[in-house]
């Protein structure tokens, strides 16, 4: 198993997603960040099993979390989780 972490800006991600979605409902939101924990698990524990996602800044890889994205980089025995994007968003300018 390897562990996770995540970015400043993955961070302030999955702030702004709870944010956005509580505006509607608390309880919806709290759903979305327990979406986004088992994700973060799941990169834990089978960190190679993200699609790839090769961009001009390196190679990502991503899981799904509902309409998110969550990219993350692989570093030895870590996943930096860099970005959690709304998939409707222009993540690829994002990352």
Request: proline share 1%; charged share 30%; net charge negative.
């Amino acid at each position: 198993m390897s562990r996770y972490y995540l970015s400043s800006a993955a961070e302030e991600d999955v702030l702004a997603a709870w944010d956005y979605i509580a505006r509607d409902s608390v309880t919806a939101a709290d759903r979305m960040i327990d979406r986004f924990s088992s994700a973060f698990e799941r990169i834990a524990r089978h960190p190679e099993a993200g699609a790839r996602f090769e961009h001009s800044k390196g190679e990502f890889r991503f899981v799904i979390a509902g309409a998110y994205l969550v990219f993350y980089k692989l570093a030895g025995d870590e996943a930096a989780i860099v970005r959690v994007l709304h998939s409707a968003r222009r993540w690829e300018d994002l990352l």
